[in-house]
């Protein structure tokens, strides 16, 4: 296991970002490409310089160990997800909380930032995802629909839904102009990630206008738990455990 980061593609070997004192449980960039967010069993999030290598912020708060943390699109706020059942919206460049979000009984696994924004979503164990105003520090829906723990969210780029996938083998694409909600059936394991492309409306291979499957993509893949959607949107990625 892993308690420190690679970053350079030309040199994996020589390139590291160290100072967790346990395991990273997830690392994201900010989306200009500039900032490298992480989050560890130390229960610390730090925020990185990419062409340097230079800490820039350790984010201390949490009191369990960090499972996800996330860039807002302008990069002003992060947000971190915990197993003590909190939200953290922090403003980067002070590194200062702004808000701890109470509303999940159990550990929260992902979170995620609408692209102009004004809405956080967050879900976890105890199986519902949480609209929040990470400005206010305001909860304003519950969505409840998954039967299981909740590894992943996703907006879309137009910012009119939310999907969501999760342990009992189902997508849910949730509209959120409208209370009304789209379960994507067809997976016979646990849902570990889902990515909106940016053209169209495609989440990894399902069509989320009419909740079809359009493409199934087999390979030597085993236990998938991380898939992105190229900018154009016309390559997907995927990584797996193999």
Known sequence: MWSRIATDFNQVSEKYFSAHRSVVNHCALSHDGHLLITGSDDCDVCVWDV?????????????????????????????????????????????????????????????????????LASAGWDHTVIMWNPKLGQLTKKLLGHKNVIKTCAFSYNGEYLATGSWDFKVIIWSLHTKQQETLHGHTGN???????????????????????????????????????????TIMIAGTHE
């Open 191 to 233: 849902v570990s990630c889902v990515a909106f492309s940016s053209i169209g409306m495609l989440l990894r291979v399902w069509d989320c206008e009419n909740g079809k499957c359009k493409r199934t993509l087999k390979g030597k893949l085993n236990n998938i738990t991380s898939c992105q959607f190229s900018s154009l949107g």
């Open 51 to 119: 062409g340097s290598g230079r800490r820039l912020v350790k984010a201390k708060g949490h009191t369990g160990p960090v499972k996800v943390c996330v860039f807002s699109a302008d990069s002003r706020l992060f947000a971190s997800g915990s197993t003590d059942g909190t939200v953290r919206v922090w403003d980067t460049g002070k590194a200062h909380c702004l808000h701890v979000l109470e509303g999940h009984s159990r550990t929260v696994e992902t979170v995620g930032f609408s692209y102009d924004s004004q809405l």
